[in-house]
């Protein structure tokens, strides 16, 4: 497809989406715009865009086709913008935020004036953020949730997918307090919950120190996200407040089931309930992508002797195999401690636990 994409916002999302557009439309020119210039800079240096620009109205005004991946909060006020331009008569809009009902309330301004506005959420992301992080795979096999206003035409739903083609997602259609709550469910509420057991877990330290370093192995992996920006998840959070205060209610509900199952000692109904949640688990799809993004973990038991680490980085280094994270996990003293590898595709994680296999003697396994 010919024409001009305008991308606002070149971090990690809007940067891999230039990478999927420029890709499959290579005769296609891409604006970018961010208010850090480095990234701008960064965006160009890598073709990620054609053209960077200061002026949001004069790029807006030339586009065929507008991505806003910016904060939920700075996409509204951006819509309202919008609103006031001489848009092309055929431009399509879209978003990445990962809340939905409150973006379309906004863009309902743009619709009134027929435009053709299409919320959207890639339902991805990864260990690092920045335009430096983008790439092409990103999206690959993953849920890009969209939210078209009642009445959108196929044509012009169409439009946007052949645009987004090159990202090899799965475009699903749901109304916008269905995304909601859907992603509610699965990433927003996690994400409250995984913050407050860390704040637990730094409260119960206060009081013994030696609480971080037993911290540092399975807690650690299930809390992750609460490492995840926190001026974007202050924004998520306000934006889907009605959905995650509705989940406190029943988590609250949930919480004191269980506290009256430990309270009466009922050792049928505890096994029960950890069994309901354990076939529930076992059965999710093992390597679809999902709300939060995957980590591909490779865990290795490995001797503590100088330069094993070296030993294996260095066999993955022949056969060109990338990390995205390493770290050593030793919760005794007297046992081997266990290097954790961390990968962007269950394809690199697979090529490196064959490559380890064939090299090392190393027992290996999967989280």
């Known amino acids: 497809m010919k024409g001009k994409v305008f991308i606002v916002g070149l971090g990690l999302i809007g940067g891999s989406l230039g990478l999927c557009i420029k890709d499959k439309h290579p005769e296609a020119t891409i604006i970018g715009y961010d208010l ?31 991505i806003l991946s910016t904060p939920v909060f700075q996409t509204e006020k951006l819509l309202k913008e919008l609103s006031t331009y001489q848009l092309k008569r055929n431009v399509i809009i879209t978003d990445t935020g990962s809340t939905k009902e409150q973006i379309m309330n906004t863009a309902s301004i743009l619709n009134n004036k027929g435009i053709s506005f299409i919320g959207g959420h890639p339902m991805a992301g990864s260990h690092k953020s920045g335009v430096s992080a983008a790439k ?11 939210t078209p206003f009642e009445g959108t ?15 090899s997602a799965k475009f699903v259609v749901v109304n916008p307090r269905e995304h909601d709550e859907l992603t509610g469910v699965v990433s927003h509420f ?62 609250k509900e949930e919480m004191n089931v269980i506290q009256q199952m430990i309270y009466s000692g009922n050792e049928e109904e505890i096994q029960h309930y950890f069994q309901e949640a354990k076939s529930f688990r076992d059965d999710l799809p093992a390597k679809d992508k999902g709300a939060i993004p995957s980590f591909y973990d490779l865990y290795i038991d490995v001797p503590d002797y ?25 919760t005794r003293e007297d046992v081997y401690g266990v290097m954790v590898l961390s990968f962007q595709t269950d394809g690199d994680r697979e090529r490196a636990r064959t490559c380890l296999d064939h090299n090392t003697g190393y027992e290996m396994f999967l989280a």
């Open 190 to 251: 996690p994400h409250v919950i995984a913050a407050s057991l860390v704040h637990q877990a730094k409260f119960s330290n206060e009081k013994n120190p030696v609480l971080s370093r037993l911290a540092a192995g399975g807690f650690r992996d299930i809390t992750r996200i609460a490492s995840s920006n926190p001026v974007m998840w202050k924004d998520i959070t306000i934006h889907n407040r009605e959905v995650l205060l509705n989940l406190m209610e029943q988590w």
């Open 36 to 66: 850090n210039v480095n990234e701008q800079r960064l965006a160009q240096t890598r073709g990620i865009i054609d053209e960077m620009t200061d002026s949001f109205q004069l790029a807006a005004e030339s586009a065929d086709l507008i």
């Open 153 to 167: 035409t196929t044509a012009v739903k169409e439009e946007l997918c052949n645009w987004l083609q090159g990202t």
């Open 136 to 146: 092409k795979i990103l999206f690959e096999n993953a849920f890009y949730l969209l």
């Open 306 to 330: 100088p330069g094993v680490i070296s030993e294996v980085t260095g066999y993955l280094a022949e056969e060109r195999i990338s990390l995205t994270n390493i770290r050593i996990l030793e």
